[in-house]
């Protein structure tokens, strides 16, 4: 069963970084995936969030710092050494067949660290202000899922470590956005 699976992810693997190669993803997917890509918007939301929440706004972003370092270490401290995934790009017998779009890294693969790290600052953000700006909920979850898929496109990642990845950041997301409305007991979740 679980070679079933193995051979299944590989397979939905080689479909995303073969079977959609093209010029455009070529140029996009690396800069999709590279933290500096995102700096601006992290900059935003801390001005965002202490310009209009202030003190409500200084916890939001100490949560969000704390949702990314539980997703990072939890990910890549916890999980993935324990169960020691090889990357496409790294894998010796499947490598031949990877198209590899930027440096492969020396870590393990299951659970992708990107993918718990970004699904689980987008679930933190998009329950703390879903009920004032909708769109929220579904720009921060394709906000997430495009960085993840990246992953896979330039050979980094497996579909499997991006779901595992996005399950678990998910997850992170949920529960420090439910610590925030718990430290936070005169909000009202219609506030934010």
Known sequence: MIEQLIEIDKQLFLS??????????????????NPYT????????????????????????????ATFGLGDFTSASIIKPEVMRVRPCNDVPFKEQVTT???????????????????AIGVFILMLFRRKWKPIVWLSLLWAASISFAQIYVGVHYPGDILIG?????????????????????????EV
């Open 101 to 119: 779009r930027v440096r492969c890294g020396s870590g393990y693969s299951m659970p992708s660290s990107h993918a718990t790290n970004h699904f």
């Open 16 to 33: 995303v970084n073969q079977g959609l190669a093209n010029q455009f993803f070529d140029f996009l997917m690396p800069i999709l995936r």
């Open 38 to 65: 995102w700096a601006p918007l992290y900059l935003f939301f801390i001005i965002f969030a202490i310009r209009n929440y202030k003190k409500k706004g200084i916890i939001m972003i100490l949560l969000l710092l």
């Open 166 to 190: 996005a399950i678990l950041g998910t997850a992170i997301g949920l529960f420090t956005s439910w610590l925030y409305f718990f430290i936070q007991p005169k909000l009202q979740r219609s």
